[in-house]
């Protein structure tokens, strides 16, 4: 699976809009975009996925750029219960062994 | 709430004392993980189950860990004679793997352990 990097700190003011950058140059073809968040003493939430179009649900939306080697994870509002720690990985499916790395500890603020 | 529960929440125990954790998939999921996360890492993978079948171990579990998931459903992780270096969160994780597919995994709320 290819190798993820991002920010390990990002700020956001609440019902601002929180960009969160992945780095993925190394991404193949027929690998996705996954992106997950824990809140302090949880397991990790799965949040949205994607493999070159952009992607929305209710939690979030997904831009990847065209050359796919880096995303953006918005959170169009944030609200104080966004802060958490956001990983961003990338996998082919298979037998799905994914690696977190450190992620990016967001912090929104009142 | 996942659906994923794990058990016990939290374990202290001595250095050299063996303890086992168990954790509650999603019922209809095939595909059972294990991962541990020290302070300021993200959850790193130890093994993982299809179905009954253990395909594979991480290098970080070593002879002293052993998981197994009998009949396809709950799994288990034990260590035996834990070391202090052993204290992390444990985390299960389930999802519904079809062929050629990676689907999102489901998180149960982890097993802290302490080893003191």
């Known amino acids: 699976d290819a190798k993820t990097t991002q920010p390990p700190s990002m700020d956001c003011a609440e019902g601002r809009a929180a960009n969160l950058p992945c780095n993925h140059s190394t991404i193949s073809g027929n690998e996705y975009v996954y992106w997950y968040r824990q809140i302090h003493s949880q397991g990790p939430q799965y949040i949205i996925h994607g493999l070159k179009n952009n992607e929305t649900n209710e939690m979030a939306s997904l831009i990847i750029t065209e050359d796919r080697k880096s995303s953006t994870l918005i959170l169009p509002h944030a609200t104080l219960r966004d802060t958490a720690v956001y990983y961003c990985?990338?996998?082919?499916?298979?037998?799905?062994?994914?690696?977190f790395g450190i992620g990016t500890k967001l912090q929104v603020i009142p | 709430d996942t659906g994923v529960s794990q058990d016990p929440r939290h374990k202290i125990t001595k250095r050299g004392q063996n303890v086992t954790f168990r954790c509650d998939p999603i019922?209809?999921?095939?595909?059972l993980y294990w991962y541990r996360q020290t302070l300021g890492q993200g959850p790193e993978f130890l093994t993982y189950?299809?179905?009954?079948?253990?395909?594979?171990k991480s290098r970080l579990l070593s002879d002293r860990f052993s998981a197994e998931r009998p009949k396809g459903s709950f799994s288990t992780l034990e260590i035996q004679r834990t070391e202090q270096g052993d204290s992390a969160m444990y985390l299960c994780a389930s999802t519904l793997s079809l062929a050629g597919s990676y689907n999102e995994q489901f998180f149960g709320p982890g097993t802290r352990l302490t080893v003191l």
């Open positions: 990985i990338v996998t082919s499916g298979g037998y799905q062994k994914v690696t």
């Open positions: 019922s209809e999921h095939n595909r």
């Open positions: 189950f299809q179905n009954e079948a253990q395909l594979e």
